[in-house]
Structure formats: structure tokens, C-alpha cells
């Protein structure tokens, strides 16, 4: 099944474009200056009944819902991973800087 010219030109920059509001969600909620105000727009508009997509059509109005969702959280929960491991070399770190050499000298 083959596809016209202009239907593989209208996919590739629906393609560019979801690309280009991933990038810009990624990066807007791993910035600390706004990532309170993406978490809480992202919520909003979950919750509210105002959509690109209303959720009174059966299954269409869920999916952005949910695929914004999923974002949110994934970004959110790498966010949290990196913070964590970055807490625990820092806490290796300062153990390492803590530990004091001594010579073992024979009580002969």
C-alpha cells in the first residue's frame, strides 16, 4: 500500500512537529525554573474537559491524555533516578574524603 507524495509530505511534518514539542516538553520540564508550572499545566489539562481531543469520544480523547501522561511521568522518574545516584556518589565521596591512612607500627 503506497502512499501519494503529499500524504508522505504531511506525515513527515506531523513527524517533525511531534518531534519538536517532545524536545520542548523534555527540555521545559528539566529546567528547575519551570518545572513546577509544565507539572502542574500537564495536570490541568489532563484533568480538564477542555482538549485537543475531548474525552467524550470513547477512546480518541484519552489518548493524548494519555500519551502526555506518560511523558510527564517518564521525564519525572529520570529526574528522580538521576537525582538519587547523584546523591549517593556525593555520599561516597565525602566517605572516601573521611578516611584517614595510618601506619601499623609492631607493639614487639
Known amino acids: 500500500m503506497g502512499y501519494d507524495k503529499r500524504t508522505l509530505i504531511i506525515l513527515s511534518i506531523m513527524k517533525f512537529n511531534l518531534q ?3 524536545g520542548f ?3 521545559a520540564i ?3 525554573k519551570y518545572r513546577n508550572w509544565i507539572i502542574l499545566g500537564t495536570l490541568i489539562y489532563v484533568l ?3 482538549d485537543i481531543s ?3 469520544f470513547p477512546l480518541a480523547g484519552q489518548i493524548d491524555d494519555f500519551f ?3 511523558i510527564m511521568l517518564t521525564e519525572v522518574s529520570q529526574m528522580l533516578i538521576n537525582s538519587v545516584k547523584n546523591k549517593k556518589d ?6 572516601t574524603k573521611n578516611t584517614v591512612d ?6 614487639d
Request: aromatic share 16%; charged share 20%.
Open 25 to 27: 516538553y523534555r527540555n
Open 54 to 56: 475531548p474525552d467524550f
Open 102 to 107: 595510618v601506619d601499623a607500627v609492631s607493639m
Open 68 to 70: 502526555l501522561l506518560s
Open 30 to 32: 528539566r529546567n528547575p
Open 20 to 22: 519538536s514539542l517532545y
Open 90 to 95: 556525593t555520599y561516597t565521596e565525602n566517605e
Open 48 to 50: 480538564s474537559p477542555f
